[in-house]
């Protein structure tokens, strides 16, 4: 075996050479085997023995694509086009040995060889569209040319991946491999010699680029149906682009226009904030003081307290992953409506195709109702997930206590409320913690697990382990009112309903936030949740614009009105004179003064960087372990666009001097709640950006 580089080996058995890339974790095409793979097929060529040429990825994967961390930085030669030009144009048969991620790169690296076969582990994806890019080492180009431009389109556009059967349904592979992989390949590699078959240039085919040559108007269908899909982002239009280029220009052509169009999304700020995102969301679970040989409990058994949205949604989870789930409730009806929801939900799921009717049920014998809080005591792990009322939670955790076993896990999922406080109840504060599940919980991703003053480490572990476990992104977060996530979005709704009461139109504040990227506007989503969340009828009394308007039994979507009006049976925001003269005669009551000059820009300003602001608060204040994480927090739970990274990303983008001086210019005007956070201010004066704490 001849070693070429650190990361790539050449290696002869009998009339073939096999060429494996062994570049751990995941055989990402660094330099080391771009140099690799070129001066390995330059010395197949050279080398009479070899006949014909197997290439192979070693470990977990064929290769998982381009370094990302290489990224951003001169990239040195040779690059991944030019080696996939050198495989393609080798003059003898190469073959593509396939097993595990294929992605990116990866693929493309396959697609320049003449023929593949994988194993039925393989998957094979071109997610570069995910890190706001497009396939740059002739994807574009090569794959509609195997699968046909449709495909294609849905594969580079979307980023997912597929299975073996279907690659081989497709075109894209030639065979499935059964047994040992380098002994099928090298197999296959002797079969295509001696039938003397012809070498396959992907590049040359034309078949499957045909009907879409005829046809030029499937481009413009799939951008139309695509269009809320791709809403915002610039990745995907460039990757169309690219493949009308396959369809419309010579190979060589389409492969220059391709490279052109890859170096302009690689060099704007949208593909640098989904990179970002892409480590960000990595070093989420990493928390400096909890090694990964952290010892860690098993849960086996799960008690959920509450038979709501909430505990139904959590409850969800767990079944979901296989793991038994005791709901405890006050009263029967409250578990069997509870229960019914959560067989609607998965009923729904049955009937779009996402799951079979055996699984629903399968799931739901997983779940079980009682009205005994004794029937936790067998359990591993209990959430809380009872409504805001921390003499309540107080009440339930002293019960808890005496009734779970020595071990269990005590998490309550308050959004609020003062974890330690809750801990106190209890004669195991190092067992308790905050699990913060967002609504839909069956839906979001974004978990906060909050490390109280006490919890133990190997109780924090555990709890980043079953977040693995349950699908979740979890950020571990301090106590503070709000924590994380809902201390900063407090920032915008304050902003928000400031500026409506000052003349902004609902419709107008609304527009801004979703031509930013997020998926609806302030008042759209307080419709939605229904304003009357958090709401306290018993004590209203036309004090807050919330109170006047659920006095009038302006509710959200549901009661047909709120900050908008609905048709019945619709959810389409409509515009309501009559909302606005609300507001007005409110604002009116309240002496603020109205102004029809205000701005966009004002808006953006206003309903953004006191989000900044508060999360430089709460890094300083150690709530957070990093930035990076809060932006995963306003991405996953807050539907921040990931184009632009995330709130601190962003901040860094716009420059931190810039965030300064505009809360600078609104302290000013409006006082105290614009004060600079300290932290803005030092890097600020040390000519530095929260991406440098992110380490
Ligand atoms: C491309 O190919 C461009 C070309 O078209 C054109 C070029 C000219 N690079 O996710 P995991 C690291 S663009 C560097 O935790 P999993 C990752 O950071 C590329 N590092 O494991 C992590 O490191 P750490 C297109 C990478 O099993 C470790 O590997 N390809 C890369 O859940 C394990 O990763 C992609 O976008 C990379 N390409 O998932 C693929 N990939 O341990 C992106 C991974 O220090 N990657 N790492 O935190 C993935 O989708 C997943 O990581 C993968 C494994 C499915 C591979």
């Not at 040319?145 to 073996?164: D, F």
């Not at 108007?217 to 493949?243: H, L, S």
Request: proline fraction near 4%.
């Amino acid at each position: 075996m001849t070693e070429i580089t650190s990361a790539v080996s050449l290696e002869k058995k009998d009339n073939i050479g096999i060429l494996a890339i062994d570049n751990p974790p995941v055989n990402a095409l660094g330099i080391k085997v771009r140099k690799g793979l070129a001066d390995g097929i330059e010395m197949a060529e050279k080398d009479s023995d070899i006949e014909a040429m197997v290439i192979m990825g070693r470990g977990r994967a064929f290769s998982a694509g381009a370094d990302i961390r290489e990224f951003g930085k001169p990239m040195e030669e040779p690059h991944l086009p030019d080696v996939l030009g050198k495989i393609e144009n080798c003059s003898k048969p190469v073959v593509a040995a396939i097993q595990g991620t294929t992605f990116g790169g990866g693929l493309e690296t396959a697609l320049s060889c003449h023929f593949r076969i994988a194993v039925k582990n393989a998957s094979f994806g071109l997610p570069e569209v995910k890190l706001g890019l497009l396939p740059g080492a002739s994807g574009t180009q090569r794959l509609p040319r195997v699968m046909g431009v449709e495909k294609a389109l849905n594969m580079i556009t979307s980023g997912n991946p597929i299975g073996v059967k279907e690659a081989l349904d497709s075109g894209l592979i030639d065979e499935i491999a059964e047994g040992e992989l380098e002994d099928a390949a090298v197999a296959f590699a002797k079969k295509v010699l001696s039938e003397k078959r012809p070498i396959v240039k992907v590049s040359e085919k034309e078949d499957q680029i045909a009907y879409a040559r005829e046809h030029p108007e499937i481009f413009d269908e799939f951008r139309k149906k695509n269009a809320r899909r791709f809403r915002g982002f610039e990745a995907p239009e460039a990757c169309i682009k690219a493949v009308e280029a396959a369809v419309n220009k010579p190979f060589k052509e389409g492969v220059k226009y391709e490279r052109q169009l890859f170096a302009e999304l690689m060099e704007g700020s949208q593909s640098a904030a989904q990179r970002y995102y892409f480590f960000a969301e990595r070093q989420v679970s990493k928390i400096p003081d909890i090694p990964k040989d952290t010892p860690t409990y098993d849960i086996n058994k799960v008690g959920i307290i509450g038979a709501g949205t909430m505990g139904g949604g959590i409850a969800m989870n767990f079944a979901n992953a296989g793991i038994p789930v005791k709901i405890v409730d006050q009263k029967q009806d409250f578990l069997d409506r509870g229960l019914g929801v959560i067989r609607d939900n998965y009923e729904r799921s049955a009937s779009k195709g996402k799951m079979t009717q055996d699984d629903v049920e399968k799931r739901m014998g997983l779940i079980t109702g009682t009205m005994s809080m004794e029937d936790l005591s067998d359990v591993d792990l209990v959430i809380e997930a009872v409504y805001e009322n921390i003499d309540l939670k107080k009440d339930i955790f002293k019960r808890l206590d005496s009734i779970c076993k020595d071990g269990a896990i005590l998490a309550t999922n308050t959004s609020y409320l003062d974890v330690n406080e809750i801990a106190a109840e209890t004669g195991r504060p190092e067992w308790v913690l905050g699990l913060h599940f967002f609504s839909p919980a069956n839906v979001m991703r974004l978990l906060e697990i909050v490390r109280a003053e006490k919890t133990s480490k190997e109780v924090l572990a555990t709890a980043l382990a079953i977040a693995r476990k349950i699908r979740k992104i979890a950020a571990v977060v301090g106590v503070c009112y709000g924590f994380a996530g809902n201390r900063m979005f407090a920032q915008r709704k304050r902003e928000s309903e400031r500026l409506v009461l000052e003349g902004a139109p609902p419709t107008q504040i609304d527009k801004v936030i979703y031509d930013f990227g997020f998926p609806m506007g302030p008042f759209a989503l307080a419709d939605l949740i229904g304003i009357d969340v958090g709401w306290d009828r018993d004590n209203s009394n036309s004090r807050t614009l919330q109170e006047v308007l659920c006095e009038m039994g302006r509710l959200g979507q549901k009661s047909g009105a709120g900050y908008y009006k609905y048709e019945k049976g619709s959810r389409t925001p409509i515009q309501d004179p009559e909302v606005e003269k609300i507001i007005a005669d409110f604002a009116a009551k309240q002496g603020i003064k109205r102004r029809d000059d205000i701005t966009d820009e004002e808006i953006l300003e206003r309903c953004i960087y006191p989000i900044i602001n508060e999360g430089a608060k709460i890094i300083e204040e150690k709530i957070a372990v990093r930035p990076s994480d809060l932006d995963v927090i306003w991405v996953n739970g807050y539907g921040w666009p990931i184009y632009r990274g995330g709130p601190m990303f962003y901040a860094d983008l716009v420059g931190l001097d810039k965030v300064l001086e505009t809360m600078k210019k609104y302290e000013a005007k409006f006082g105290d709640e614009w004060k600079p956070a300290g932290l803005l201010e030092k890097l600020v004066n040390e000519g530095k950006k929260f991406g440098d704490l992110n380490g």
